[in-house]
């Protein structure tokens, strides 16, 4: 039997290099896409606020105490920021409420921030707000905000945000600019009327997706 011309057999090795490059790249590209849709690494926390309302008396403003219970439930080690705002919310019969900004707050100050000496004030080493602060696998925060009003709104509204910075912290520049930082945001009203008392009463709880 006669030997194939080796110019076949050139073009043969050509389309069959050409074949195996386009398995690998199809087979890379198929284990990114199963890597980003189960992969361990991806940032999963648990949120859950809860308030309560001091009495009021004729000496002190309204005080109203929120509580910030964070969880980080994924396998990554991540660096967090935590902030909760608060709104007086106004509504008309028939209306879309609008709301008055009051005061916001970052809970992870209270929780790693150190008291200066000249301000008494909880801050950074630097005097900044703390930031950036790490939260391992399976590690819980939980802390509190205390905000003041006189007069006290008759509806209010909240919103709790935990920010994930920067994940794979172990892992090079390039890589952890690409995978970027994730958001969880829990919002609820908050009817005075129905949290005067001593115990806590919970407002959200948040389970967080992708």
Request: glycine letters at 6%; proline letters at 7%; a negative charge.
């Amino acid at each position: 039997m006669p030997l194939p011309p080796m110019d076949d057999l050139k073009l043969e090795g050509f389309w069959g290099s050409l074949i195996q490059a386009s398995v690998l790249i199809f087979g890379g590209l198929w284990g990114y896409y199963l890597y980003r849709r189960r992969r361990p690494f991806k940032p999963r926390i648990r949120t859950t606020a809860s308030a309560r309302l001091a009495p009021i008396t004729d000496q002190a403003p309204a005080r109203l105490f929120i509580r910030l219970h964070v969880v980080n439930e994924s396998g990554a080690h991540m660096k967090a920021n935590a902030r909760i705002v608060l709104w007086a919310v106004k509504q008309g019969e028939g209306q879309f409420p609008t709301f008055e900004e009051r005061d916001r707050d970052f809970p992870f100050d209270y929780v790693y921030g150190t008291v200066q000496p000249t301000t008494r004030i909880m801050a950074g080493e630097d005097g900044a707000s703390v930031s950036d602060v790490e939260l391992e696998s399976a590690e819980c925060i939980e802390t509190e905000v205390l905000f003041s009003f006189a007069p006290l709104p008759d509806l209010m509204a909240v919103r709790a945000t935990v920010e994930e910075e920067r994940t794979l912290h172990n892992w090079p520049w390039f890589w952890r600019s690409l995978v970027g930082g994730v958001r969880w945001e829990s919002f609820a009203y908050l009817d005075p009327a129905a949290l005067s008392g001593s115990e806590y009463v919970a407002i959200t709880s948040h389970a967080a997706a992708e």
